[in-house]
């Protein structure tokens, strides 16, 4: 009997992507460089791309570059290959300070990472529900600004504009100034007053027009949030717009935030260590993003995401607690205004019965606490989850 051995090798591979071009680097298993090629970032090249992988064994993983942004679509084409897929945010700075920096080695460091498992997160998948809400938001946040700039622009026109009108639209509300200013009909006259009507009756139209746009894209957002989260917007304090937000930063598949550490992680809330000798304390995860990523989303401890009817906001900034029952002294230890409680123990959610029950103001568990600080109970990653 003749017995036949084949021998696979397991290939990894790294995509540097560009917005014409993207450069893959080939690993054999021991992190030996096979090859880097460059191809178009076009679904043909995506497709000459793995079989190029291909050609040097069994591609079992590629890292990634930018799966938020240029290499969206390839990130979509090598996973519905069956080949899993890593997200690397950028390149090594200390090969980058050793060897220079290029496309072939970014693509080489990018694979490197991948391997090591330095890069190990799963790309958002840009394929359901939260991509639809994604592309919604993203008009309905430039609407939003430019709305915002319209309504200022008004104002300072009428502030430097003549005297009967700066006495006329002063202290009008935003939704009546702008009703008032798109129904002006100015008259010729005076050269400055007349054109400056004008230019008002614009604006005003202009934000009509925005507010407009608003509400038709909050009649299609609010109902793709309710089915796909609907228990997030069950939550006390959180609206469409907060949910949505949860919900991109979770992309489409929340599985891939394996704990609730995780999650804070991505929120940039989570407390990172910063302990030397005797001193223990911890400080705030810095607030950089990749590029293609969204916004961090904000503190949900600041006043500013707090409903107007919670009690917090009226606690007087005296009322802290003393460093011995857990509020630090030092102020970069916290990221939280004065005059707030301090964060429950991690994992804490208050009782339902409990005005305020379900708002996340807690600070989310870290690998740097004790698992058994907390019971375990339900957080917002399962909340981000399809409900049936």
Request: overall charge positive.
């Amino acid at each position: 009997m003749t017995l036949t051995i084949v021998e696979t090798r397991a290939i990894t591979g790294g995509v540097d992507t560009h917005a014409g071009t993207h450069v893959a680097a080939a690993l054999d298993p021991i992190g030996g460089l096979l090859g880097v090629a460059e191809f178009p970032a076009t679904p043909a090249g995506y497709a000459r791309l793995l079989s190029w992988l291909g050609g040097f064994g069994t591609v079992c993983l590629v890292g990634i570059e930018g799966t938020g942004s240029y290499g969206a679509g390839l990130a979509r084409h090598i996973a519905a290959a069956g080949v899993r897929v890593v997200e690397v945010d950028r390149a090594d700075r200390q090969d980058r300070r050793r060897a220079g920096k290029s496309d072939p080695l970014d693509a080489v460091s990018a694979a490197r990472a991948a391997q090591s498992g330095r890069a190990a997160g799963a790309p958002k998948g840009r394929d359901g529900q939260v991509e639809a809400i994604r592309a919604l938001m993203v008009t309905k946040r430039s609407a939003r600004s430019v709305r915002t700039q319209t309504t200022g622009q008004a104002r300072a026109l009428i502030v430097t504009g003549p005297g009967d009108l700066r006495a006329r639209f002063t202290g009008h509300t935003p939704a009546d100034l702008v009703a008032e200013l798109a129904s002006l009909r100015p008259r010729p006259g005076s050269m400055v007053r007349y054109h400056t009507l004008l230019s008002l009756r614009e604006l005003g139209r202009r934000a009509q027009f925005l507010d407009g746009q608003l509400a038709r894209l909050d009649e299609v957002i609010v109902p793709l949030v309710a089915a796909r989260a609907p228990g997030l917007l069950a939550l006390y304090g959180v609206g469409p717009d907060t949910a949505a937000m949860l919900l991109v930063a979770a992309g489409d598949h929340p599985g891939r935030l394996r704990s609730e550490a995780a999650w804070a992680h991505l929120c940039a809330t989570a407390p990172l260590s910063a302990s030397s000798g005797k001193v223990t304390r911890y400080r705030p995860q810095p607030r950089r993003r990749p590029a293609g990523q969204p916004r961090p989303l904000p503190d949900r401890d600041h006043p500013a995401q707090l409903p107007p009817t919670d009690p917090r906001l009226r606690r007087p900034a005296q009322q802290r607690r003393p460093v011995e029952e857990g509020n630090h002294p030092l102020p970069q230890a916290v990221r939280r205004p004065r005059g707030l409680p301090p964060p429950a123990p991690p994992g804490w959610l208050t009782p339902p019965t409990l005005p305020g029950a379900a708002w996340p103001s807690i600070r989310l568990p870290h690998p740097c606490w004790p698992a058994n600080d907390s019971p375990a109970v339900p957080g917002l990653p399962g909340l981000l989850t399809v409900t049936s």
